[in-house]
């Protein structure tokens, strides 16, 4: 249901209503058009129209929901990330350097990661892994002899002997210890193949964490060594003749930080680990501050989970200034800083675009408000009608007086005194189907009604509470295709805020309030936060559906994590991913195209054989064609549907 109010609306609200101009920047705006544009490269220039690129894939034969990769920003967000440190790096006369890896956990998608080692390669950039198999992403990946693998994550003898060959290919691979009982097997390994890894330590700090990934930090964190612990694989090693090789310290204080402040402490704290770890008599060389420098979500740079109250070039000048001061008062040589920055790295640079399938909202259709003869109508629903049509002619008054809105208040609590009548009646058999059905409709018209005449109002007009929340009430739900599991699982996992918004029509005014529910037949399916100007808000304003047009909504900044930790629930799979480049004249190439999961592909990850799924519903066939209950020509077409289906793709194609 649409909501009146000032006429005049342009795309400089929409940016602001949906906070483009706070997190888009430098790389999402709105065009005059009222789509959403892309600057891949930030101000440097070039841009493409969101909406015409979208039509474009589709007449590549790409359906929706389509994950759009950015190239041109992956690269563009390393050279942000390499020009804060150096930038830094000068004014605080650091006598050393940066060199970051990217935590290939982030996203392990092959064409992601081959990208980041292309467009790294110009500072020796390297990666992160965590497991055995990213390890054997990151060996064959990593080709440039001063790159740094980082080693993480839980390590059998296996993990370590192949971090230790891999030295021997040329490659920097640093194992980390995180927990006590790997040094004997780095040992062991070590003594078995006649040479050793470069090793890392991670500590366990002290200093305090914050956000939602604060159990990083302290004494029950799930990785890192006890400063006791510390000391003892120090001496472990000198025993084993192998502290010549332990080069890095490692530290990490959570996936997000948000406050500035942490990060300082802990630096800090690590800062003068690093120092005793030299006075042990460790070479040393290397200080990795993990991972954790944040996005800002919902622009609002404040230090909540969705933000940050901090920018890039902050926490560069924060991290050397800090390990400077502590090796300079300590006289000992600066480390080569190492970050895993994978959120800062990969979060711009996709935009999940999705379609919306339909829209729910409460009755108030003109068919049952249309008045009845007496005979015909109960006096309860006679009640609702008098009220909705009362509301027509009410007098607000002065609108800047307190009791203007009485009116209002008093016609919205007598439709829910009514509603209640009817529903009691109902209960006791007093009340038909039809008639509860044509009072629940006039209810819900009468309070659109109310909400119609609130939205007239000067916007400092004082507003009771009880007609604060109408407008909420009548909110829709925006069906849309694709599975909030799959795609955005961090919104259901941890009610991780994305933008979204329409990436058209922001010419408009959005005159109806909604959220979203997924494909999925679970409840927990749906978008129903989204970042508001302070607070996060459980409805977003959009616009009503237009017969035979699409409507079409973004998901931004989720190019971190969400593809990689989807599930297949309900069997809904990867959805079609394309990455684009910009060309110069303005146009774009796609580079890679990545088709999305069919159905047959799904139904195969669960061990189920499409071939026998296919056989067993012949056989079923010619049983029922045997019974008289299926006729031939039947039969067919539900084979035809079946094989067809196998081919699809999991989401709908209309």
């Known amino acids: 249901m649409g909501f009146s109010g000032v006429d005049t609306w342009s795309v400089a609200d929409s940016a602001s209503l949906y906070g483009l101009d706070r997190w888009g920047e430098p790389y999402f705006s709105v065009n005059a058009r009222g789509h959403v544009l892309v600057q891949p490269r930030g101000e440097r220039g070039g841009a493409l129209d969101l909406v015409e690129l979208v039509r474009g894939l589709r007449g590549r034969d790409l359906a929706l929901p ?120 780095i040992i062991a390994a070590s ?75 802990a630096l800090q704290e690590a800062g003068q680990l690093y120092v005793e770890l030299i006075r042990l008599g460790a070479p040393m060389g290397l200080l990795d501050v993990g991972g954790g420098l944040g996005i800002d979500y919902d622009g609002s740079r404040t230090a909540t989970t969705a933000s940050t109250n901090y920018s890039l070039q902050n926490y560069a000048n924060d991290v050397v200034a800090t390990v400077r001061e502590c090796c300079e008062n300590a006289r000992v040589p600066v480390p080569t800083l190492v970050s895993e920055s994978g959120r800062a790295i990969a979060s711009h640079f996709s935009v999940l675009v999705f379609d919306v399938l339909g829209c729910g909202q409460p009755p108030t259709g003109a068919a049952l408000v249309e008045p009845c003869s007496e005979a015909e109508e109960p006096l309860i629903v006679r009640n609702l009608r008098d009220t909705l049509a009362h509301l027509g002619s009410v007098d607000m008054g002065d609108p800047s007086r307190p009791t203007s809105c009485e009116p209002l208040q008093e016609a919205w609590n007598d439709a829910i005194k009514f509603k209640e009548d009817a529903l009691t009646a109902f209960r006791l058999g007093y009340l038909g189907l039809r008639e509860r059905a044509r009072a629940e409709t006039l209810y819900w018209a009468c309070g659109l009604a109310i909400a119609r005449r609130l939205a007239d109002l000067p916007a400092d007009t004082p507003i009771p509470e009880e007609l604060r929340g109408l407008r909420a009430a009548l909110a829709s739900t925006y069906y849309a295709n694709l599975s909030v599991f799959r795609s955005a699982p961090d919104t259901w996992a941890i009610q991780q805020l994305f933008p979204v918004l329409p990436i058209h029509r922001l010419e408009e005014r959005p005159d109806r309030l909604g959220h979203f529910a997924d494909l999925t037949c679970d409840s927990d399916g749906k978008l129903a936060r989204f970042i508001g100007s302070g607070a996060d808000k459980s409805l977003l304003e959009l616009h009503g559906l237009r017969p035979g047009e699409p409507y079409w909504i973004g998901l931004f900044l989720a190019g971190a ?94």
């Open 66 to 185: 389509l994950l759009i990769r950015f190239d041109d920003i992956l690269e563009d967000r390393l050279e942000r990330l390499h020009a804060a440190f150096a930038r830094a790096i000068a004014q605080y006369g650091y006598d050393g350097r940066y060199q970051g890896v990217f935590p290939v956990k982030c996203n392990q998608q092959r064409h992601v990661v081959e990208q980041l080692m292309e467009s790294g390669r110009r500072w020796h950039f390297g990666l992160e892994a965590g497991s055995k198999a990213e390890l054997l992403i990151a060996l064959a990946l990593v080709e440039d002899p001063e790159a740094l693998l980082i080693c993480n994550g839980y390590k059998d003898r296996r993990y370590i002997e192949t971090s230790i060959l891999a030295r021997r290919l040329g490659r920097q691979p640093v194992v980390v210890i995180e927990q006590a009982d790997e040094v004997e097997r």
């Open 561 to 654: 994590y969400q593809e990689v930790m989807g599930n297949l629930h309900n069997l809904f799979g990867r959805t079609n991913a394309v990455h684009i480049r910009l060309t110069p004249g303005g146009g774009y190439r796609v580079e890679h195209v990545v088709r999305a999961d069919t159905n047959a592909a799904v139904l195969q990850a669960m061990e189920h054989d499409p071939q026998n799924l296919k056989e067993r519903l012949r056989q079923a066939s010619e049983e029922a064609i045997a019974a008289g209950r299926l006729t031939i020509d039947a039969a067919r077409r539900l084979t035809q549907h079946l094989e067809a289906s196998l081919g699809q793709t999991t989401y709908l194609e209309g």
């Open 191 to 265: 003594q078995e193949l006649g040479a050793a890894p470069l090793i890392g330590v991670r500590a366990k700090l002290a200093s305090r964490g914050s956000g939602r990934w604060g159990s990083s930090v302290g004494e029950g964190a799930k990785f890192g060594l006890s400063l006791p612990d510390l000391l003892t694989t120090v001496e472990v090693l000198r025993q084993a003749e192998l502290l010549p090789d332990l080069r890095l310290l490692h530290f990490h204080i959570g996936s997000q930080i948000n406050d500035i402040a942490v990060l300082k402490d």
